[in-house]
């Protein structure tokens, strides 16, 4: 099967996000990298993307280099990857889109809803895929966690609790860490810092597996380390349309939880755990039952779950191949055969509402908001 081609904005050398999207898109053969405009520094993109193999005339200085470099060639590119600050997504993303393009954007998708009710209404009317990289979503445990929810095995879902707590910003040296400084400056990262940075895909995660959304909120933010603008340690109460009853803790002064992302749904015949430090187990406790383990690679698990499954039993599958789970059904959406649980543009516009009403929230004392965005009211 002929490789699709991709490219590339931001992810630079040096980058958290850049590795993990190039393993993740090459690791099945699906994709090779075409074309990249890799760094705010144009001279240091095009030569980390000439070492990584782009042919010189498809490697840019920046992405409207890269736009006007792509958009007419007959060989266009069948995938654009968006991993630059949040404060760019939404015009790069638009302008892909409208000259074409299939777009996978990082999270969050846009700074506002209504850019994100605008990239939904941009994706529908060009007919182009515009994903969003909740990746979490597509470890295979977490796929067999939604089975299980969806095949009845928990009954009515009473409570989800989630986590995305780690304390690698517990130092407050911002200044001196460029890495961490924009996450907490408005002008980069727009309304919110650690909800909008993590907190989304523990929320993401909430309504992908129990196949719900969130409809109402209340909220409390801190920026526990005096020098920050934006919240680094956050508290959301959260209803679902179905009724099911949420609780999100997200933060990054959790001195002693490395990653921090874990969920646990909890229904009226039982209740089901999963953390990404240990991807490859999810437990499962019955009513009046004990607790027992489900591994990946077993016997009898589901479909999606074996589909997904790249190594053997036993032996651990970690960020970067549920990264590669995304390009895999993205690969299989742009070549029109069937895919799996893909996270698209209006999951972004959803996550994008929540961190919005959750600021709200937390500016009126906890008040409970509406979660939910204008068009999907």
């Known amino acids: ?128 895929i515009c994903a969003v990289n909740y990746c979490y979503s597509a470890y295979p445990m977490v796929r067999e966690m939604r089975a299980m929810v969806h095949r009845g095995d928990l009954g009515a879902i009473r409570t989800v609790v989630a986590n995305f707590s780690h304390g690698h910003h517990a130092a407050g040296d911002d200044a001196d860490n460029p890495r961490v400084r924009w996450r907490y400056d408005p002008a980069m990262a727009g309304v919110s810092g650690q909800m909008a940075d993590c907190g989304i895909h523990a929320l993401h995660l909430a309504s992908f597996i129990t196949g719900d959304e969130v409809r109402t909120l209340s909220a409390d933010f801190a920026s526990t380390v005096p020098s920050r603008v934006l919240e680094d340690d956050a508290m959301v109460n959260f209803r679902m349309e179905g009724g099911t009853v949420g609780r999100l803790w997200s933060s990054t002064i959790a001195i002693g939880r490395m990653h921090g992302l874990d969920i646990q749904v909890f229904g009226e015949l039982g209740g089901i755990r999963w953390a990404s430090e240990q991807p490859n187990q999810v437990y499962y406790t019955r009513l009046n039952g004990r607790t027992e383990i489900i591994e990946k690679g077993e016997a009898g698990l589901t479909s999606e779950a074996q589909r997904l499954s790249r190594v053997a039993i036993a032996h651990p599958e970690g960020f970067p191949l549920a990264v590669a789970n995304i ?18 543009a209006v999951d972004g516009l959803r996550s994008m509402a929540a961190v919005h009403a959750a600021v709200q929230s937390a500016g009126q004392n906890g008040a409970w908001v509406d979660a939910r965005p204008p068009s999907l009211r």
């Not at 699906?30 to 240091?44: C, K, Q, V, W, Y």
């Not at 690969?331 to 055969?337: L, P, Q, T, Y």
């Open 327 to 344: 390009y895999v059904d993205l690969a299989a959406r742009i070549r029109g055969e069937a895919s799996g649980d893909l996270p698209l």
């Open 1 to 128: 099967m002929k490789k699709l081609t991709w490219g590339m904005i931001g992810g630079g050398e040096g980058s958290q996000i850049g590795p993990a999207h190039r393993l993740g898109a090459l690791a099945d053969g699906n994709f090779t990298l075409t074309a990249g405009a890799l760094d705010a520094d144009g001279p240091r993109g095009k030569a980390y993307a000439e070492r990584l193999g782009v042919a010189p005339d498809r490697a840019y200085g920046d992405w409207r280099e890269m736009l006007a470099g792509e958009r007419d060639r007959p060989d266009k590119l069948d995938l654009v990857t968006v991993a630059t600050p949040n404060a760019t997504h939404f015009e790069i993303t638009k302008a892909f889109l409208n000259a074409g393009f299939n777009v996978l954007c990082e999270k969050p998708m846009t700074m506002t809803v209504e850019e994100g009710e605008e990239i939904v209404r941009i994706a529908e009317a060009s007919g182009r």
